[in-house]
């Protein structure tokens, strides 16, 4: 009876230990911007919300204009499997601004820590882009995301997953995104992710009464490589952006993961340990 | 009683059979519809909900409910309790079963299921940050090892039959089968510890969607504990049920075990759930927080009362099959309040199951009982069989 006990014991006390050193192993690192990291800047002080951006990311990326029941012309409320950025107007108590949305680039992105065989990856300048031939469309990057990002085509039998790649076709080219290069009034700019970072906190220094002190995506998330410029006395909060800690998605599910996983050894030390105990009891003659 | 385990026979299909069928059928259809269409027109699912009741309640809950087999290996073979071996077979037939139906939702439910087998086929592309891999890693190989291990029953039956090469195959594999059984079962024992945790894991990553009662580092060993429970409580169920409908006699004795392993494991279960909630601060969160306290509350409610009808009388056959009951529902809701009930992706989305999304499981369902049902009256899986008795 006590060898039972013990043996059960064991078992248990191995996988409760094994997630037990998951959750207190050090926390994963931090995630740093690649040295090469591209990013947009977005102004919503500058934008004046005459959606060009929306109806160029439609023509450099293939996107059909939603053709809407009774003659609506591409009006889409969010961002869908046929629509990869958006503009939108807070209009709230007399406050107003305009905010873009479209995918955020995180340093450290939710999606591509969860996508199974790597359909969504980061590239060399950390623009998050996304290959169909690994998907398998189980939408966990969908679950995972804290900015609702990654659309799947629901209507379609052979769906993908649409999500703004930052024009990663033109960048190869050494052109510049398409929201980028048609904005009249320069709300939305690419460029060389550490000079957006300074370029928005020159412009927050430089005028104080324009904008909002906090500039989001320089942390937020573990940060963004697409960087936003809210107006002073509006929230990012305000604009529909997450409210989320300096940590990145990913770092306590990653903990969480590598600990029980590190270099595989709980599962062979499990098996082994279990198959100890099953022929033990098989030459005791429990077994029949 | 007799201890050796023998088909129940009677017709494949009877007249009560043959309506699941019907109902698996019904869910065949639109199951063909979602093919042709895609999942927008037939599910109620959306960008802020994009997993349903499939994952929800086919996969997480379903997997869970099919840890029976697990639950009692782990007593038989490493607690060593041999005088539970009886409740072996039937128990990994519900799992086989469980599993493969579970298998059998994920193609339904992924977009691009074409591309399914190269989640198999290319080691180098794998992605160990995702729990979900290691979860359909895991999931592939288990519903195998449970075929294997379930195959000496379809290999007794082919030996005993009339010469054929069938018979030939039978009397081959089986020497060879049973040499592999022990390394077999082992692996049996280790990939549902192993993906039943990440299942818990998977949920990690919705930081700020899920809801502080359920979000936790630790619903890996939740989820793992809770299926043990469950594992206990659907043997329990099940042969209960089986017993009463072909009028075998009652394995209470055996089954009271059971209820006594699945007391121990659920109040642990409990204890691990509240000292969380306290850990993380969140214990008021749980009593205030409008529907979702109820959800809380109902889920902690039905596992108490499990455990406290268990501890009262689990040597009266029908007090235990209410209190095997109470734990599975238990159990099923702690999933579905991680997995749906408590992920809110934010303002303005919503999500309730279509009406082909729910017959596509409750077709599901039915198959799965439809199979159970044609394997005991066909494989030798249950012991004390009558045979005059007819299911």
């Known amino acids: 009876m006590t060898l039972d006990r013990r043996s059960f014991l064991k078992t248990?006390?191995?996988?409760?230990?094994?997630?037990?050193?998951?959750?207190?192993?050090?926390?994963?690192?931090?995630?740093e911007a690649p040295a090469d990291a591209v990013g947009m800047l977005y102004d919503s002080t500058l934008c004046v919300g005459c959606r060009a951006c929306m109806?160029?990311?439609?023509?450099?990326?293939?996107?059909?204009?939603?053709?809407?029941?009774?003659?609506?012309?591409?009006?889409?409320?969010?961002?869908?499997?046929?629509?990869?950025?958006?503009?939108?107007?807070?209009?709230?108590?007399?406050?107003?601004?305009?905010?873009?949305?479209?995918?955020?680039?995180?340093?450290?992105?939710?999606?591509?820590?969860?996508?199974?065989?790597?359909?969504?990856?980061?590239?060399?300048?950390?623009?998050?882009?996304?290959?169909?031939?690994?998907?398998?469309?189980?939408?966990?990057?969908?679950?995972?995301?804290?900015?609702?990002?990654?659309?799947?085509?629901?209507?379609?039998?052979?769906?993908?997953?649409?999500?703004?790649?930052?024009?990663?076709?033109?960048?190869?080219?050494?052109?510049?995104?398409?929201?980028?290069d048609i904005c009249p009034r320069e709300a939305i700019i690419f460029g060389d992710y550490n000079d957006l970072l300074a370029e928005a906190n020159r412009r927050i220094e430089t005028e104080p009464d324009r904008y909002n002190p906090e500039l989001f995506g320089d942390s937020e998330g573990g940060g963004t490589q697409v960087l936003y410029l809210a107006p002073k006395n509006i929230s990012h909060q305000d604009l529909g952006l997450p409210d989320l800690d300096d940590q990145s998605i990913p770092e306590l599910s990653e903990t969480i993961q590598h600990g029980i996983y590190k270099g595989f050894v709980a599962p062979v030390a499990l098996y082994a340990a279990l198959g100890a105990v099953m022929i033990r009891n098989r030459r005791q003659g429990g077994e029949r | 009683m007799?201890?050796?385990?023998?088909?129940?026979?009677?017709?494949?299909?009877?007249?009560?059979?043959?309506?699941?069928?019907?109902?698996?059928?019904?869910?065949?259809?639109?199951?063909?519809?979602?093919?042709?269409?895609?999942?927008?027109?037939?599910?109620?699912?959306?960008?802020?909900?994009?997993?349903?009741?499939?994952?929800?309640?086919?996969?997480?809950?379903?997997?869970?409910?099919?840890?029976?087999?697990?639950?009692?290996?782990?007593?038989?073979?490493?607690?060593?309790?041999?005088?539970?071996?009886?409740?072996?077979?039937?128990?990994?037939?519900?799992?086989?079963?469980?599993?493969?139906?579970?298998?059998?939702?994920?193609?339904?439910?992924?977009?691009?299921?074409?591309?399914?087998?190269?989640?198999?086929?290319?080691?180098g592309k794998w992605n160990f940050n995702s729990a979900l891999l290691e979860v359909a890693?895991?999931?592939?190989?288990?519903?195998?090892?449970?075929?294997?291990?379930?195959?000496?029953?379809?290999?007794?039956?082919?030996?005993?039959?009339?010469?054929?090469?069938?018979?030939?195959?039978?009397?081959?594999?089986?020497?060879?089968?049973?040499?592999?059984?022990?390394?077999?079962?082992?692996?049996?024992?280790?990939?549902?510890?192993?993906h039943q945790s990440s299942l818990g894991s998977v949920m990690i990553v919705a930081m700020q969607k899920l809801s502080p009662i359920w979000h936790s580092p630790l619903l890996p060993l939740l989820f793992l504990i809770s299926c043990i429970g469950m594992g206990f409580a659907i043997v329990v169920f099940e042969s209960t049920l089986s017993c009463a409908l072909l009028k075998r006699p009652q394995e209470t004795h055996l089954l009271a075990g059971l209820g006594k392993a699945a007391i121990a494991i659920m109040t642990i279960w409990l204890i691990l759930r509240f000292a969380d909630l306290i850990w993380r601060d969140q214990l008021a969160t749980a009593f205030n927080s409008g529907w979702l306290t109820f959800f809380w509350l109902l889920e902690m409610l039905t596992i108490i009362l499990g455990i406290l009808l268990l501890l009262k009388g689990r040597t009266n056959p029908a007090t235990l099959f209410r209190a095997a009951m109470l734990l599975m529902f238990g159990g099923a809701l702690y999933r579905f309040n991680t997995y749906l009930i408590g992920f809110n992706p934010g303002e303005g989305w919503h999500y309730f199951p279509s009406v082909p999304e729910f017959f596509i499981t409750v077709g599901i369902i039915a198959l799965e009982i439809l199979l159970y049902i044609i394997i005991i009256r066909r494989l030798p899986i249950l012991v004390g069989v009558h045979k005059h008795r007819r299911l």
């Not at chain 1, 248990?12 to 995630?31: C, D, Q, Y």
């Open chain 2, 137 to 194: 890693l895991c999931v592939m190989a288990y519903v195998i090892v449970l075929w294997i291990e379930l195959s000496p029953a379809f290999l007794e039956k082919w030996k005993a039959g009339s010469p054929s090469a069938l018979q030939k195959f039978a009397a081959k594999a089986s020497p060879v089968v049973n040499k592999l059984l022990l390394p077999i079962i082992v692996l049996g024992l280790v990939l549902p510890t192993m």
């Open chain 2, 2 to 123: 007799n201890e050796i385990a023998q088909a129940v026979g009677g017709k494949i299909l009877g007249s009560k059979t043959s309506k699941l069928l019907w109902i698996a059928l019904i869910g065949f259809t639109f199951m063909a519809w979602r093919f042709v269409f895609g999942l927008g027109p037939v599910t109620g699912l959306n960008d802020g909900y994009p997993w349903g009741i499939w994952i929800a309640w086919d996969v997480v809950v379903g997997t869970a409910l099919a840890c029976g087999g697990y639950a009692v290996a782990i007593l038989c073979y490493i607690m060593n309790k041999g005088k539970y071996h009886p409740l072996v077979r039937s128990a990994i037939v519900t799992s086989a079963l469980g599993y493969s139906m579970a298998g059998l939702s994920i193609v339904i439910d992924v977009g691009r299921y074409w591309n399914l087998w190269k989640v198999v086929v290319f080691p």
């Open chain 1, 12 to 31: 248990i006390g191995t996988t409760a230990a094994l997630t037990a050193v998951g959750t207190a192993a050090s926390a994963r690192e931090h995630v």
């Open chain 1, 55 to 180: 109806s160029a990311c439609r023509t450099a990326n293939g996107l059909e204009p939603l053709k809407e029941e009774g003659g609506i012309y591409d009006a889409p409320i969010d961002n869908n499997g046929h629509t990869k950025t958006i503009i939108r107007l807070l209009d709230d108590n007399g406050a107003n601004a305009w905010i873009k949305n479209q995918c955020m680039h995180c340093i450290d992105p939710a999606c591509v820590s969860v996508c199974m065989i790597g359909a969504l990856k980061k590239d060399d300048h950390g623009i998050v882009t996304y290959d169909k031939d690994r998907c398998i469309g189980c939408r966990y990057c969908q679950l995972a995301c804290p900015f609702n990002v990654p659309k799947f085509e629901w209507d379609s039998a052979t769906p993908l997953i649409v999500k703004c790649e930052m024009c990663n076709h033109l960048v190869a080219d050494g052109k510049q995104p398409a929201c980028c």
